[in-house]
């Protein structure tokens, strides 16, 4: 990497913490620290949203899931905007009323005090282990392509994000994620210029559009109902809706950017503001890996994206077998190339099918190298789509562009983050500490006590991120652990919002019984992921349903 990329890098790194620490340095009270003064903007509040739930993870991940899978993906987005307009109607305006410093505080004057320990647990646990992957996903990328040390890696990320979370809490988490959102749009858009840009024979997007048809990467619909197909229309909005209605209405780290702001209206307009722009950016951020891919078409892609594997394969006694594969891909490629620049021009059927033979021909030749590599050391993870995009921008990327595309990686993992300390510290102190275990102290012991644990929260994803493994594509990774636990902690609220005859015993059993269920489908079924939301919710609401019902009975 060059002097100026690397200034770059470092220069926004200093940029981002030293913004934070500057901007909060006047937080002095508990309610300062943990709401931020109640000062946030709407804008404010829709860029910490966003910038809360797009993590690393997204930039690394989602153009990888372009590549592959082409923009399906971003049907998993379909229930958002259905959930903010239900949140702005239903849960704001409760949250302001009671002004609470997390979401589960409501669950105790509602329930009881064992519901709302119940909820801050579940939410600790998903969180906390999110907290880590949101490190350890881009360090292992990173120092993968990089050199770097994976641990050194993940030190530095949680540093940088404990220092200024520490010092000035919710205030500094909403400045700093402002200006990393505007590295993080200004990277993405860069880079899809210069993906543009370097077509051949001046292309364009509608060429690259139609080549990108052929090979099946434009379908963003798929109106086909199958309980294993992850994403699909009716997935997205029914499964998509329940998880984004639980993420953004009781995950504390999202409740956190908007009951900061400064009225209930300013909040509001801060969900619908990433009610209107988060299908269009997660539909960008796809569509730039969709181009990466038509990119590699008239350049010779990695047989492997994954250097690590390339490495291990060729010191191995299979070297030969896949050297003679990377030959042989690059034949095809060469003659790809010119077919699709031909299909380009003339849309001919005869050609896009001999496009699409050598493309399958391609494919098989990748899961031949992939099978080298899993003989060669059989715990290399072969899924190396999470290293599509990072290894563009290292081997094809200008000068400078390369060091703000790490800074975006970096500020996306930073901003995320910083987020998921701030909630997890406000939740420990706030949920469990003050009201169980020392309830008749000073806002100066919890302001202390606060930041205590934000660094101790950091400490820990550091070192789950330091002891973390890859598992499939790191975006699916994390919602997969969501949904796994929203949908029980949205049948709590759920019920606590719109059933009023259900008590506090009969949500308490259902929730543990429903989550244990949830855990038990997800380990021996192949629902997709998404579906888990509902089960779990309907679970929570039926078996409480039930439950009181039986209660009532034996009562009368």
Same mark, same amino acid.
């Given at each position: 990497?060059?002097?100026?990329?690397?200034?770059?890098?470092?220069?926004?790194?200093?940029?981002?913490?030293?913004?934070?620490?500057?901007?909060?340095?006047?937080?002095?009270?508990?309610?300062?620290?943990?709401?931020?003064?109640?000062?946030?903007?709407?804008?404010?509040?829709?860029?910490?949203?966003?910038?809360?739930?797009?993590?690393?993870?997204?930039?690394?991940?989602t153009p990888g899931q372009g590549y592959a899978d082409g923009l399906g993906f971003v049907q998993f987005y379909f229930g958002l905007p259905i959930a903010m307009i239900i949140l702005c109607i239903t849960f704001v305006p409760l949250y302001y009323k009671l002004k609470v410093y997390t979401a589960y505080e409501f669950l105790e004057g509602r329930f009881d005090l064992k519901m709302r320990v119940l909820t801050s647990f579940l939410f600790l646990i998903q969180r906390g282990l999110a907290a880590g992957i949101t490190i350890y996903a881009p360090a292992i990328i990173l120092s993968t392509i990089m050199g770097w040390n994976l641990k050194i890696t993940c030190i530095v990320i949680g540093v940088l994000v404990i220092i200024y979370t520490v010092s000035g809490g919710t205030k500094a988490v909403n400045v700093t994620q402002k200006y990393q959102m505007l590295i993080i749009m200004?990277?993405?858009?860069?880079?899809?210029?210069?993906?543009?840009?370097?077509?051949?024979?001046?292309?364009?997007?509608?060429?690259a559009w139609t080549l990108a048809d052929l090979h099946g990467k434009t379908q963003a619909l798929d109106f086909n109902f199958d309980w294993n197909n992850r994403y699909t229309v009716w997935s997205?909005?029914?499964?998509?809706?329940?998880?984004?209605?639980?993420?953004?209405?009781?995950?504390?780290?999202?409740?956190?950017?908007?009951?900061?702001?400064?009225?209930?209206?300013?909040?509001?307009?801060?969900?619908?503001?990433?009610?209107?722009?988060?299908?269009?950016?997660?539909?960008?951020?796809?569509?730039?890996?969709?181009?990466?891919?038509?990119?590699?078409?008239?350049?010779t892609a990695p047989l492997f994206f994954n250097p690590a594997g390339e490495v291990i394969v060729k010191e191995s006694p299979y070297a030969d077998q896949y050297r003679?594969?990377?030959?042989?891909?690059?034949?095809?490629?060469d003659e790809k190339s010119a077919l699709s620049l031909d299909y380009v021009n003339s849309e001919n059927a005869e050609v896009g099918d001999q496009i699409m033979a050598l493309n399958r021909d391609q494919l098989k030749l990748r899961e031949e190298a992939k099978s080298l590599i899993s003989q060669a050391d059989p715990l290399t993870e072969t899924n190396d789509k999470?290293? %599509? $995009? *990072?290894?563009? !921008? =290292?081997?094809? &990327?200008?000068?400078?562009?390369?060091?703000?595309?790490?800074?975006?990686? @970096?500020?996306?993992?930073?901003?995320?983050t910083a987020a998921e300390l701030n909630a997890l510290s406000t939740t420990t102190v706030m949920d469990i500490y003050k009201r169980v275990f020392n309830p008749s102290r000073s806002s100066e012991h919890y302001l202390f006590i606060s930041k205590a644990t934000t660094f101790l929260w950091g400490i820990i994803a550091i070192l789950f991120a330091t002891l973390g493994t890859l598992f499939e594509?790191?975006?699916?990774?994390?919602?997969?652990?969501?949904?796994?636990?929203?949908?029980?902690?949205?049948?709590?609220?759920?019920?606590?919002?719109?059933?009023?005859?259900?008590?506090?015993?009969? %949500? $308490? *059993?259902?929730? !543990? =019984?429903?989550? &244990?269920?949830?855990?038990?489908?997800?380990?021996?079924?192949?629902?997709? @992921?998404?579906?888990?939301?509902?089960?779990?919710?309907?679970?929570?609401?039926?078996?409480?349903?039930?439950?009181?019902?039986?209660?009532?009975?034996?009562?009368?």
């Amino acid at each position: 990497m060059s002097l100026i990329d690397w200034s770059i890098l470092i220069g926004t790194l200093v940029f981002i913490v030293v913004i934070g620490v500057w901007k909060s340095r006047s937080n002095k009270a508990l309610d300062g620290y943990l709401r931020g003064g109640n000062e946030a903007s709407w804008w404010t509040i829709g860029l910490g949203v966003m910038a809360t739930q797009a993590s690393a993870i997204t930039f690394l991940s989602t153009p990888g899931q372009g590549y592959a899978d082409g923009l399906g993906f971003v049907q998993f987005y379909f229930g958002l905007p259905i959930a903010m307009i239900i949140l702005c109607i239903t849960f704001v305006p409760l949250y302001y009323k009671l002004k609470v410093y997390t979401a589960y505080e409501f669950l105790e004057g509602r329930f009881d005090l064992k519901m709302r320990v119940l909820t801050s647990f579940l939410f600790l646990i998903q969180r906390g282990l999110a907290a880590g992957i949101t490190i350890y996903a881009p360090a292992i990328i990173l120092s993968t392509i990089m050199g770097w040390n994976l641990k050194i890696t993940c030190i530095v990320i949680g540093v940088l994000v404990i220092i200024y979370t520490v010092s000035g809490g919710t205030k500094a988490v909403n400045v700093t994620q402002k200006y990393q959102m505007l590295i993080i749009m200004l990277g993405m858009f860069s880079t899809f210029y210069i993906l543009l840009d370097g077509l051949p024979n001046n292309m364009g997007f509608s060429g690259a559009w139609t080549l990108a048809d052929l090979h099946g990467k434009t379908q963003a619909l798929d109106f086909n109902f199958d309980w294993n197909n992850r994403y699909t229309v009716w997935s997205g909005i029914t499964g998509g809706l329940f998880l984004a209605l639980s993420y953004f209405g009781t995950d504390q780290s999202q409740v956190q950017r908007y009951i900061s702001g400064q009225s209930i209206r300013q909040s509001q307009l801060g969900l619908i503001f990433n009610a209107l722009f988060k299908i269009p950016m997660q539909y960008f951020i796809l569509l730039t890996g969709v181009m990466v891919f038509i990119f590699y078409q008239f350049t010779t892609a990695p047989l492997f994206f994954n250097p690590a594997g390339e490495v291990i394969v060729k010191e191995s006694p299979y070297a030969d077998q896949y050297r003679e594969l990377e030959n042989e891909y690059q034949m095809i490629q060469d003659e790809k190339s010119a077919l699709s620049l031909d299909y380009v021009n003339s849309e001919n059927a005869e050609v896009g099918d001999q496009i699409m033979a050598l493309n399958r021909d391609q494919l098989k030749l990748r899961e031949e190298a992939k099978s080298l590599i899993s003989q060669a050391d059989p715990l290399t993870e072969t899924n190396d789509k999470d290293y %599509v $995009f *990072i290894r563009y !921008i =290292i081997q094809q &990327l200008p000068k400078g562009i390369i060091g703000l595309l790490l800074a975006v990686i @970096f500020s996306a993992a930073m901003s995320s983050t910083a987020a998921e300390l701030n909630a997890l510290s406000t939740t420990t102190v706030m949920d469990i500490y003050k009201r169980v275990f020392n309830p008749s102290r000073s806002s100066e012991h919890y302001l202390f006590i606060s930041k205590a644990t934000t660094f101790l929260w950091g400490i820990i994803a550091i070192l789950f991120a330091t002891l973390g493994t890859l598992f499939e594509n790191l975006i699916q990774l994390v919602n997969i652990i969501g949904s796994i636990f929203y949908g029980t902690i949205l049948g709590i609220f759920l019920i606590a919002f719109y059933i009023k005859w259900i008590r506090a015993n009969a %949500v $308490f *059993i259902a929730a !543990i =019984i429903a989550e &244990l269920m949830v855990i038990y489908f997800y380990m021996t079924t192949d629902i997709g @992921f998404l579906w888990f939301n509902v089960i779990g919710c309907g679970l929570v609401i039926i078996m409480a349903s039930i439950i009181q019902w039986i209660t009532n009975m034996k009562k009368a």
